[in-house]
């Protein structure tokens, strides 16, 4: 990781097709621990589960200046300033990195609006926890916050883990509790199949380990829910273990640090080769701390080296030891003696010259692409000075990764409103119609609104791919490469899916409703719903018993009247109550009289698509 007076940064790059380009030597290995340690130690966010005492700073708002540029306290680095190697920066003085600001980490899912609202109540959270008892360390604390920060922010994580925790202060408690007791603590989090795994994990470790979960990551690896992520986590933090943990944010750290010319999820990168650079700076010098080693390249990984991080923040501990920086400078001097044309060919020529058997690492066209996106970028920049250069190279790192497309669904929903007596008898509560979701798959084992499915993508392309085989073929084959249009479902189609589905309950619950018209839409990490939602007001008279008694579908899944107590005593998820909100709002313009799901006919009517 030397630094070169001459272009050979650059040619090394194009060229290599070995993956020992991107290891550390032992004594580059060692700088970078050392310089990660020194930056972590008096920088870091103090969070509970890594046993500080509140008020909590998970946000990390303002940290990397946006865009790449630096926050008006750091110094700007002059043009003519060359980037020393790491022996040279251990030879001189270490600088101590100024106190940093807060900032954003990577956005979250599906449940945005919630986490908005959780991290809103992050004080009165905190305010209950005894700010003279400092939360400790622990391997069961650590495997609640690892999962729950799985796809979460960090600061919206922090009232949930302090909740849990309080309500679920050990393994054998979590073990013994409910599954609704389990849900309703993680409501709003989002990514429900965690909490199902945490909650069988807890009972596993009680039957099998007593209680205590092991220290060994291939032993933690046999509890449900732990893969090698978690449990690496686990056993270098709560016991010490000396082994690499690796995520997206560690990912993108050792591209940018090692020139990885490759997107954070492939393969190859996330669950094999990173793990072994990661390995050689946890192991680096003596060993020791492995598990701040690991939170160290995470932080850095959601601070100044997120995906907006400049690469030149003084601040940043790895600023004079990024690859990507480095052949950003070296691209912006090629191209002093170059027009657009001869990068072109430069990037056409050594591309040859790497053949078939390229880096295993680097994605088979990573490197051209890296090539091309920094000089397309300088071409187009008012500046290729020496600190727009590094940003720009500092962005082409890593590569972005293939976008896959959501799949869509359109659902039939039914907001069935109950008036009912409370329990004193003298006054009358509020209950909705709530149907169980099959004990697998998406949001499993969850409370929601009776909504059938009447369209999706999935279907949509089979028949296209279908109806591609007779004539025009290739004109097909194009059109199957566009996203899914998601069609207006007629009503009539709408309301007799509905009827069919309630009916299969109990007649009576097919009752008088009317349409909100505009569809309401709730994204989660790979699908997207869209609720055409019917309101409607069903009395005791109609159902009878059943109000009080036991509902099941015909697949053996549980339905019952839940009042908006119940509905949080449940934990259900932030696309009901985005349903619900809409409802109570709503103003009641139509009402069409529901039928009984008779009609073929109205299984025939055709779905009317957008033109």
């Given amino acids: 990781m030397e630094d070169d007076a001459d272009d050979s940064e650059l040619d090394r790059f194009a060229t290599h097709t070995s993956v020992d380009y991107h290891h550390l030597s032992p004594s580059d290995a060692a700088a970078v621990r050392q310089a990660l340690l020194d930056w972590y130690r008096p920088n870091r966010r103090k969070l509970p589960w890594r046993g500080d005492p509140p008020p909590y700073d998970g946000s990390t708002a303002g940290i ?28 001189a003085k270490k600088a101590t990195a100024p106190k940093r600001e807060n900032g954003d980490d990577d956005a979250n899912d599906d449940t945005s609006s919630t986490l908005a609202t959780a991290a809103s109540s992050t004080t009165s959270a905190q305010e209950s926890n005894d700010a003279a008892s400092p939360q400790t360390i622990s391997a069961y604390g650590t495997w609640v916050s690892e999962i729950m920060l799985q796809q979460t922010r960090v600061e919206a994580v922090i009232p949930y883990y302090l909740k849990w925790m309080q309500s679920f202060p050990t393994v054998h408690d979590l073990a013994a509790a409910t599954e609704e007791q389990v849900n309703s603590h993680w409501a709003g989090l989002g990514f429900y199949r965690r909490a199902r795994m945490l909650h069988s994990g807890a009972r596993l470790v009680v039957d099998k380990y007593g209680g205590e979960l092991p220290q060994t990551v291939d032993a933690l690896m046999t509890i449900d829910g732990i893969g090698r992520y978690t449990a690496s986590a686990i056993s270098s933090i709560a016991h010490g273990q000396c082994v690499p943990v690796v995520d997206g944010n560690v990912c993108r750290v050792l591209a940018r640090l090692t020139g990885v010319a490759n997107h954070i999820k492939a393969p190859i990168f996330k669950d094999k080769l990173g793990w072994t650079l990661a390995q050689q700076i946890v192991e680096a010098g003596d060993g020791r701390h492995a598990g701040e080693v690991n939170q160290a390249l995470m932080e850095l990984g959601a601070t100044y080296c997120a995906p907006n991080g400049s690469g030149i923040d003084e601040r940043d501990p790895f600023r004079t030891f990024y690859r ?103 006054g009358v509560v509020e209950k909705w119609l709530m149907v169980k979701r099959p004990k697998s798959g998406l949001l499993a084992n969850q409370w929601e609104f009776p909504s059938p499915c009447v369209w999706n993508s999935a279907d949509a392309k089979k028949e296209k791919k279908s109806s591609a085989t007779a004539g025009k073929k290739s004109k097909k084959r194009k059109e199957e490469q566009q996203p899914s249009d998601v069609p207006i479902i007629d009503l009539a189609v709408r309301r007799d899916a509905l009827n069919s589905f309630l009916s299969q309950i109990h007649a009576s619950l097919v009752s008088d409703r009317f349409d909100i018209c505009k ?27 059943l109000v009080s008694g036991s509902m099941f579908t015909p697949d053996g899944r549980e339905v019952r009247f839940m009042s908006e107590e119940d509905m949080k005593n449940v934990g259900i998820t932030s696309g009901v109550k985005k349903v619900l909100k809409a409802v109570k709002g709503s103003q009641e313009t139509t009402r069409v009289r529901a039928q009984p799901p008779s009609s073929s006919s109205a299984r025939g009517k055709k779905q009317k698509t957008k033109k």
């Fill in 519 to 545: 569809p309401i839409e709730h994204i989660f990490s790979h699908v997207r719903h869209s609720y055409c939602i019917e309101h409607g007001e069903i009395t005791k008279a109609d159902t009878g018993s």
């Fill in 324 to 426: 990507s920086t480095r052949i950003g400078r070296k691209v912006a001097d090629r191209m002093k003696t170059m027009n657009s044309v001869d990068m072109d060919e430069f990037v056409s020529v050594t591309s040859v010259s790497r053949g078939q058997n390229g880096c295993k690492l680097c994605d088979p066209e990573g490197i051209s692409t890296v090539l091309l996106d920094i000089s397309q970028a300088l071409e187009s920049s008012e500046s290729r000075g020496d600190d727009a250069s590094a940003i720009i190279g500092h962005a082409a790192f890593p590569t972005a990764p293939p976008k896959k497309a959501k799949r869509e669904e359109v659902l039939a929903l039914a907001a069935l409103r109950c008036l009912m007596t409370d329990e004193t008898g003298d």
């Fill in 64 to 91: 990397n200046g946006g865009n790449g540029k630096q926050t008006k306290k750091a110094k700007k680095k002059t043009a003519d300033e060359k980037q020393p190697s790491i022996s040279k920066y251990f030879a």
